[in-house]
Structure formats: structure tokens, C-alpha cells
């Protein structure tokens, strides 16, 4: 029986061996022009929420691998011009989702450059720490931007957070 069993665990790790834990492959965002690079096959879903004030359809998306959460979300607005106002609206609900009370915890905002994507408002990308609904410690990336009258977000969660993570999934954000 214990032959049997550790034969079992050993089929179960060559074989882990031969699966990589990020596995990228392009993804269009539904109804939008957006492509993505995500590191698993995604699951998709769409809800309707508030932004700002403005309840929109809320398109997603996301897939987890390598112990983190990777997303990418949009919103189409009926109104462009409180564009602005539902970016800041999205940010700021993001951050009180992770527990995350400014300035206490040091959040990062630089600017975000992707080729096709508006100039107002300006994308930004955005790093934070703070914790899950069960009180683990979390770090996220997350970059927002639009492109006419759409409103996007991608975002990568996890424990911890290096380049290996981050920089193939932010790169492979674009526009045809």
C-alpha cells in the first residue's frame, strides 16, 4: 500500500514538473479592442455595479496561477466625460477592498504609458499593500485606463509581488 502510495506522489510531481505554472496566452477583452497576456486559462463574467455614482456593467476577465490573482476588467460609460471621476471612484474602491487606509500604508501612483489608450485621463498605475477579507497580507499592481468610452483596469494579486509577475502581464496589455 505505502509502494502504491509513494509511486502515486511521484507520478504527481514529474508530472507537475511538466505543467509551468505561467502559461501565458493572449486574450481579447470582451467587447472591447483590448488584448491581454494572462498566465491561465481565464474565467470570464460580467455584473452590474456603481462607479461614481454611475451604474455600469462590469466585464472581467481573470485567471489564478502561480499563487496570484490576475485580472482584467472594463467598463463602457454612457457619459466620457466623468471619465476621470469613475477611474478615481474604481481606484479608491480597490484600495478599501484590500483594507487599505491612505497614508497610513504607502501606495505608489506612476504613470502608465500604453500605445492606443486616451490621454485624459491619464493612465496610472498604482502598487498598494493591505490585506484580503480573511486578513492576509496582500500586495497588488494596477494600471487604469480607457480608450473612447471605455474604462479599463488590470490588476495582479498576490502575497508577494516580483517582476516575474507583473511586467509580462502589464506589457501584454494592447490595442490592435
Same mark, same amino acid.
Given at each position: 500500500?505505502? $509502494? #502504491? ?5 511521484? @507520478?504527481?510531481? =514529474? %508530472? ?8 501565458? $496566452?493572449?486574450?481579447?477583452?470582451? @467587447?472591447?479592442? +483590448? &488584448?491581454?497576456?494572462?498566465?491561465? &486559462? ?17 466585464? =472581467? ?5 502561480? *499563487?496570484? %490573482?490576475?485580472? !482584467?476588467?472594463?467598463?463602457?460609460? &454612457?457619459? @466620457?466625460?466623468? =471619465? ?13 477592498a484590500m483594507a487599505v487606509k491612505e497614508p497610513e500604508v504607502v501606495v505608489q501612483r506612476t504613470a502608465f504609458e500604453l &500605445? ?5 485621463? *491619464?493612465?496610472? $498605475? ?5 490585506? $484580503? ?9 494596477? !494600471?487604469? #485606463? ?6 479599463f483596469h488590470a490588476v495582479v494579486y498576490a502575497e508577494r509581488l516580483g517582476p516575474e509577475l507583473t511586467e509580462p502581464f #502589464?506589457?501584454? +496589455?494592447?490595442?490592435?
Open positions: 500500500m505505502f $509502494r #502504491f502510495l509513494w509511486l502515486l506522489l511521484a @507520478s504527481s510531481l =514529474m %508530472l507537475a514538473g511538466c505543467n509551468p505554472t505561467l502559461n501565458w $496566452r493572449e486574450v481579447r477583452v470582451a @467587447s472591447s479592442t +483590448l &488584448k491581454a497576456l494572462l498566465p491561465c &486559462k481565464p474565467d470570464q463574467g460580467s455584473r452590474p455595479v456603481e462607479l461614481a455614482g454611475q451604474p455600469v456593467e462590469l466585464q =472581467m476577465v481573470g485567471c489564478e496561477a502561480g *499563487s496570484a %490573482l490576475f485580472a !482584467v476588467s472594463h467598463v463602457e460609460l &454612457k457619459d @466620457s466625460s466623468r =471619465m476621470a471621476e469613475v477611474q478615481a471612484g474604481w481606484q479608491t474602491a480597490m484600495l478599501a &500605445k492606443g489608450a486616451a490621454a485624459q485621463p *491619464s493612465a496610472v $498605475r498604482l502598487q498598494a499593500q493591505g490585506r $484580503r477579507p480573511d486578513g492576509q497580507a496582500v500586495m497588488a499592481q494596477a !494600471v487604469w #485606463f480607457s480608450q473612447g468610452t471605455h474604462l #502589464f506589457a501584454g +496589455l494592447a490595442f490592435p
